[in-house]
Every structure is written in C-alpha cells, then in structure tokens.
C-alpha cells in the first residue's frame, strides 16, 4: 500500500502592527504532501523485500502560518525496485494497461501523489471581501494498494524444456552462475548474464523450463512466461539427446502461442545442444533437415552447439546479434538516469469538474440522498467548517454546479439528508444566510465546539 502525503491547512490569520490599523488577512497555504515513487535499483534482483515491508507513506504538508508564511512541502519517498518491475492498481482487470513500468536502473516512475496544500485567508482577499475568515484543509494524498511483479529486462531469452542445457549455456555465455545438475528443474528462478564477445555486450535471461500447460499456469508457466515479454529474441534450446527433439521444440512453441502471440511473433534461433554426445551429434543432419523444410525455419537459424564443451557458441552469439540489430534493440545494460514514467497513475492529475456529478438515493428508511463526484467531494473534503464563511462558500458550490437543482427534480424534500463524501447535512428549502448561519452554529453547538468563527455574523440575513 502506498499514500501521498496530505496537504498542509490554509491559516487564517490578520495582521496586527503597531500604526496599521487595517493590515487586512495575512494567512499562509500550506504545503504540499510529499509523493511516492518507484525507483530502479539494479544492485536488486527480485520483490523479495516487500514480503515483509509493503506500507510506504510519504511526508505531509506543513501547515500555513501567519505573516503570509506557507508551510513546508512533505518530503518525497522512494521505493527501491528492480529493473523489469510492472506495476498494477490491485483490482485491476485482466487486460488493464499497466500503471507504470521501471525498465531501467534509476528510472523513477511516480506511483501515489501527494495531496495540494489549503489556502489561507490571504488567497480569498478580493476587492468586495477585503478580511475574509476561511481557509482550507490540506488535500488528502493518494493512498491505493497495488500489484508489482517483475519481468525480467535482458535483450535474449534462453527457453526450452527441462534438462535441455539452458543452464549450461548461459554458464558459458557469461559469468553467471546458475545451477547446474543431472535433473530436470534445477533452475527455479530466472538467472541473468552479460555475454562480451565482438567489443559488444548481450544480455541473455535463463527462462527456467517450460512443459506442456505451461500457459494455463502448469509447473508455474506464468511466472516463467512472462519474463520472455521483455527479452527481443528468443533462443530455442532443444535437447539433442531427445527421444523427439523436433517435438519438444514445437511443444515450446505452442506454450508462447497459447500464452501469448506476441512472443510467438519474436525473431528466434534454434540451439540443437549436446552435439559433444553420439546421441546427439548422430541424428543433427536428419533433425535439421525436418525443421528446415518440413517447420520452415531458414538455414542460419538452425545452429548445433554444445553448451558443455562451447563448441558453436559464438555463433550462436554472433546469430543472435543479428537479429537484434534488425529487430532495432540496443544490445547494451546502461543506466539511463531518470526517465519519464511510461504510465503515471490516473489519479495524478485532477481534472474532474464540480459539474460532473451523480445522485442516488436511499428511501427505503430515512430519505438520504447521495451526491458523487470526485471534484465535489475532494471540495467538501477540503472545506474548513470551523468557519462560517467557508460553509456558505459550500452552499454557493453546491447552486452553482448544480447539485441543488438537480436535488430538487430527484424530489428532494425539506428535512431529508444529503451525503457528500464525507460530509452529510439536512435540506432545508430556506436557503438564506440567516438560516445557514444558524444551522451552522447548532452543529457547532451539537459538537461541542465553539470559539473559531463563531462571532462572525454574516452581511446579510438574506
């Protein structure tokens, strides 16, 4: 879960010096609430750290103050994640559009927004209303739970079935150090590697083994799958040793098609492995005359390796190279430094208007009326009703986008109760100052509060 910091109070406040009789208001904003971002961290390899830290709060807004002093904007927060991390809303659907994407070390990608600061008395100054006696409440900060998870970021995949030498292969590709045994499934977490060969670097990611059902989730097909959506070309790695390396290979296929036809869709090359093996090396002539005329795959795309002895493997290199220069990847592992987000969340900017809004009702019990619009509830949310002017600026929202006259044709009546957000007040037909200042007063009376605003009678009785 993560939540913006909340916007600091508006203050109301007057000057008072000696020899100046009328300073007027003098009240300060008050700051803003800090946001929340995720930030690539490449010294991470997995989401391990959230299994036991998973609220991250940002700093709220400092409170305005007198002498038309603003308070102090809240203090950023940055979640470290690694490179390869997807982010989603927690309920989101299947086949909603990510909320942000970390690619790349030092990315940041902004996740929760810190709320506005209120404003002070000083901002409601205006020709006709010189002192005026209100102020806001801070905007409360995005606070929403979501869902990471991690795609590996690597310019190749190395896929295929259990035991086929993936492991192996990636052992002689580059330093890394997976396991490596004489049974299937020794990998059981996708492993990274730089390979160097030509004065170019090439990131290849050891997808742990696929079997058949591994696109409905069998032997976890989705966590193995999905890291293969970031790499550009994949490398098909068949066990030449085989009962059917043919087959094994079109079983592969059909698990990416199944999952999804994009990665079906990659420029791949094929890696008929083991050839240091007579079972092997006896039958590649005959195995890759069927895949070249009988599956259709071209002639360059068709390599013997052994991943064991490196026999073949830098062309196999050098193949793969090719084809990423064509598919149009950069081949290098940089830190960019901070990019823009990909997706910043929907909430991140408020462009909701007072006039969009909705009424439903409860009158099954008592007659209760509920008015929804995010404009108008974060307005509501944010008015200070310490003070009775900031409540007839209210009432003068609500007649002005609409709220009262739309209330009037649902068939309000005098006495029912209206809800907005959080705020939930009686309908009275007399919409006067007289009646609003004393309705105000006896909710302050019903409270237990009084004191701030409370002497200030307003202009007019209406």
């Known amino acids: 879960m993560v939540a913006g910091g909340t916007g600091g109070r508006g203050c109301v406040a007057f000057r008072r010096e000696k020899f100046v009789p009328r300073g ?34 940002a700093e709220h807004g400092e409170p305005g103050q007198g002498s038309d002093m603003h308070g102090q904007g809240g203090k950023d927060i940055s979640v470290s994640v690694p490179p390869g991390t997807v982010v989603w809303a927690r309920d989101a659907a299947a086949g909603d559009p990510p909320l942000g994407e970390v690619l790349a070390p030092g990315q940041r990608v902004l996740i929760a927004r810190g709320g506005k ?48 030498g993936k492991s192996t292969l990636l052992r002689v590709l580059s330093a890394a150090r997976p396991k490596v045994a004489d049974y299937p499934f020794t990998t059981l977490t996708p492993n990274l590697g730089v390979c160097g060969m030509d004065g170019r670097s090439t990131v290849f990611a050891d997808v742990p083994g696929l079997v058949e059902g591994a696109h409905a989730g069998t032997g976890l097909g989705h966590e193995f799958l999905r890291h293969c959506r970031r790499c550009s070309v994949l490398v098909h790695v068949v066990d030449g040793s085989g009962p059917d390396p043919c087959a094994d290979f079109l079983a592969v296929r059909r698990e990416l098609e199944l999952f999804d036809p994009g990665l079906a869709a990659k420029p791949f090359v094929l890696a008929y492995n083991k ?28 390599l013997a390796v052994s991943a064991a002895a490196g026999t073949g493997v830098p062309a196999l290199v050098r193949r793969v190279r090719r084809l990423l220069d064509g598919a149009g990847a950069s081949g ?47 307005f509501a949310q944010m008015t200070d009703w310490s003070y009775f002017e900031a409540a007839a600026r209210f009432q003068g ?44 007063i006896e909710a302050r009376k019903e409270a237990g509060v009084v004191g701030r605003g409370s002497a200030r009678w307003p202009h007019t009785t209406g």
């Not at 007579?278 to 795309?301: I, M, N």
């Open 117 to 164: 600061g209120g404003r002070g008395n000083l901002a409601f100054k205006t020709a006709r209303n010189t002192a005026p006696a209100l102020a806001e409440h801070g905007e409360r900060g995005q606070e929403t739970w979501l869902r990471l998870e991690m795609q590996l970021v690597a310019d190749a995949g190395i896929i295929g079935a259990p035991n086929a």
């Open 397 to 440: 929202v609500l007649k002005a986008a609409g709220v009262e006259a739309a209330l009037v044709r649902a068939g309000v009546k005098p006495g029912d109760t209206v809800v907005v957000g959080e705020v939930e007040f009686n309908y009275s037909e007399d919409q006067g100052k007289g009646a609003l200042y004393g309705a105000w």
């Open 24 to 57: 007027g208001p003098s009240g300060g904003n008050g700051g803003k609430g800090g946001d929340v971002y995720l930030v690539g961290d490449a010294s991470q390899n997995s989401l391990l750290s959230f299994r036991r830290s998973v609220h991250f709060r």
């Open 275 to 302: 050839m240091d093996t007579p079972a092997s090396s006896d039958y590649w002539p005959d195995v890759r005359a069927a895949l070249c005329e009988e599956h259709g795959l071209a002639d360059e795309d068709v």
């Open 332 to 378: 290098s592992w940089e830190e960019p430094g901070e990019v823009v987000a990909l997706a910043p969340p929907p909430a991140a900017v408020n462009t909701a208007r007072l006039s969009d809004f909705s009424i439903s009702s409860d009158l099954a019990g008592p007659r209760t009326w509920y008015v929804s619009g995010e404009a108008l509830e974060r």
